[in-house]
């Protein structure tokens, strides 16, 4: 039995609308998440809209970075600036005409008014309610003054901007599809155009979802102080509200919001930058609020598709007190991901990487191709996030005489080293390093012919545990304590590179 929400009379439009102020934050994916699994499952649109009103904290390529981020994800919308649509343009700052009748609507029938106060002069006033312990916000010093007569006063700048003048009786409480029936604090005069001519978030963003028909706003509950200025705004231009589901905010270990400034993983670049895949933060932004899967059996599933998570999604599941942002968590979904990829789709993941890092250069080669693609296999396993695969693969791309022993590595090696190494280098060299057939026959130099070898020589040849008796060969041949599978590391790099490397290390013992 299916426990979707029900489909409303209209189909919903929603919307998500980060500010280009610097990297994208992770927040904007959760908010897009929650947006475009309701406008699937309801055959409705998801639309992207750019709010670049705010020119001081403006940056010029934080917008390719959220088309980019989003696409990344796999959260592509319906509408947007790169994409057009019937209410184009999705840009706020081309939209400033679109503003200008309905603040002067706002003016003209008392819902507004003109400030002159200079930001001395606010600064002042703030400083001083705080001194005296009152609550905060605009003291009305303009309110039913003309320019002239408030020219006169202190703290006058030429250039006003205009106030909401919020009601002694402004309706507190509204209903939130997700926190239920919800009180916000009372506002204070908001600014709603600034001196410059922008209007700000506040009017902005209740002017276009209305002339963009939105029917769903979902946000952050940092925003719920402002709904009742939205709805206020809302009553006065004589439009519908859309409905309101303010969404539980990501917090850090301490349970605080997370931010930019405080944690590196509050930015969307971030993840792709160590080495994420999109599926894994997608299924783990979900779990942030919404529950896991519940089975046939009653049993819950964690690990689900997007397109599963959209058709289980109902804004009742979602549970307002929101969860911890636990990266270990993230990490195991993310480990989970990477072991279900097919070999080819790892192997092109893991390229940028292995190219940003200097393992392969920008156009490999057809052998260095191959090379990596044997290579995969062995350490799908082993690696968490993309980027832990740049040590267990560089050891396979660079020369043997290049090839640097880790001092960690070094220092673990036992007395019998050279004697190990000794006894390898004898026990392989018989062995033919030949290609063999076209169809694999005939080859010598393969993992289980080498394994076979080198326990008869060491193991029983020297009697040195297993677990001991191999540390100096895989020292030898990837320079690290950790490798790859060390039998079928040899097979991929071939004799000589192998007998190489034993040599040298043994040399240097």
Known sequence: ????????????????????????????????????????????????????????????????????????????????????????????????????????????DGHAYLCWC????????????????????????????????????????????????????????????????????????????????????????????HLMEITHVVRGQEWISSTPKHLLLFTWLGWQAPEFAHIPLLRDEKKAKISKRK?????????????????????????????????DDASEREVFSFEEFSKNFAWHKINPAGAVFNLDKLNWLNAHYIRELSEQDLTARLLPFLQRDGVLPENPSLPQFGRLGAIVPLIQTRINLLTEATPLVAPFFVDD??????????????????????????????????????????????ADR?????RAAIVDGLGIKPRLAFGPIRTAISGQRISPPLFESMEILGKASTMRRLQALRDSL
């Open 263 to 295: 944690s590196p993983w509050a930015k969307l670049t971030w993840f792709k930058d160590e080495g994420y895949v999109p599926e894994a933060l997608v299924n783990f932004l979900a779990l942030q609020g919404h529950p896991p899967i519940i089975e």
């Open 118 to 209: 200079s930001s001395e002069r606010l600064a002042e006033m703030r400083e001083m309610q705080q001194k005296t312990k009152q609550p905060t916000g605009y003291d009305r010093m303009c309110l039913g003054m003309t320019r002239e007569e408030r020219s006169k006063l202190p703290g006058f700048t030429e250039t006003p901007v205009v106030r909401m003048l919020i009601p002694d009786d402004v309706p507190l409480e509204f209903d939130d599809l997700i926190m239920g029936r919800t009180k916000a604090p009372k506002p204070d005069d908001q600014v709603i155009v600034k001196a410059d001519g922008y209007p700000t978030y506040h009017l902005a963003v209740v002017v276009d979802d």
């Open 401 to 446: 005489d290049k090839l640097e022993i880790a001092d960690d590595a070094r220092k673990q090696l036992k007395e019998s080293a050279p004697q190990v190494l000794d006894a390898a280098i004898a026990a392989l060299e018989p062995i033919s390093g030949a290609i063999g057939n076209p169809d694999g026959s005939g080859r010598e130099w393969t």
């Open 1 to 108: 039995m299916s426990t979707a929400t029900p489909a409303p009379a209209r189909k919903p439009r929603l919307r998500v609308a980060p500010s280009p102020t610097g990297d994208p934050h992770v927040g904007t994916a959760y908010v897009s998440i929650f947006d475009l699994a309701f406008a699937r499952q309801q055959g409705g649109s998801f639309i992207l809209r750019i709010e670049d009103t705010d020119r001081t904290r403006f940056q010029a390529d934080s917008e390719q970075q959220l088309y980019d981020t989003l696409h990344w994800l796999g959260l592509g919308w319906d509408e947007g600036p790169d994409k057009g649509g019937p209410f184009a343009p999705y840009k706020q700052s081309e939209r400033l005409e679109t503003y200008k009748p309905y603040a002067e609507q706002l003016l003209a």
């Open 450 to 454: 080498l394994e076979e070898a080198l």
